[in-house]
């Protein structure tokens, strides 16, 4: 599990922001096991990943629905999507983080279409799926639902 914490508040929130990240490069993509906090650690970023990125949007996901079992391949639709795009499932909590699963398997097809790999989740949910930057930057969520 991932957690990240927004770091703005307001009545509607159309984007979302990360735990403060250094922006560092590092290894492949890591997921943290056990009670993860909010911290920078939590997301490492793409080598070679701009500093600044433009906010992304999500506007359709393909399939919305798969196994619990993870492993389908997700088709996602928006604006300002990148190669350094970051794909989670999960949701906000009360506190402002992040708790949920980084997809694999991310590729950009364009900069408004992403295909990703669902991780797996531990039972029949309904969760949000949410694209990051590298800045940190969260678009709205779209809903994707598991099933036994």
């Known amino acids: 599990m991932t957690r990240v914490r927004r770091r703005s ?14 922006l560092v490069h590092s290894a492949p993509r ?34 919305d629905t798969g196994p619990k079992s993870g492993g389908i391949s997700v088709t996602l639709s928006g604006t300002g999507l990148t190669p350094y795009t970051r794909v989670l499932f999960g949701s906000l909590g009360p506190d402002g983080c992040f708790t949920g699963r980084e997809a694999t398997g991310v590729v950009a ?25 590298p800045c940190g930057q969260l678009t709205a969520p779209l809903p994707f639902t598991y099933v036994d």
């Not at 508040?9 to 250094?22: D, F, Y």
């Open 9 to 22: 508040l307001g009545v509607l929130l159309a984007s979302l922001t990360l735990c403060s990240l250094q």
């Open 30 to 63: 890591a997921e943290a096991d056990g009670p993860a906090r909010c911290s920078p650690a939590a997301l490492p970023v793409h080598p070679g990943s701009p500093t600044e990125a433009p906010q992304g949007q999500l506007v359709a996901l393909q399939p």
């Open 109 to 133: 097809l364009s900069d408004s279409a992403l295909i990703a790999v669902a991780p797996e989740w531990p039972a029949a949910a309904t969760v949000s799926v949410f694209a990051a930057t």
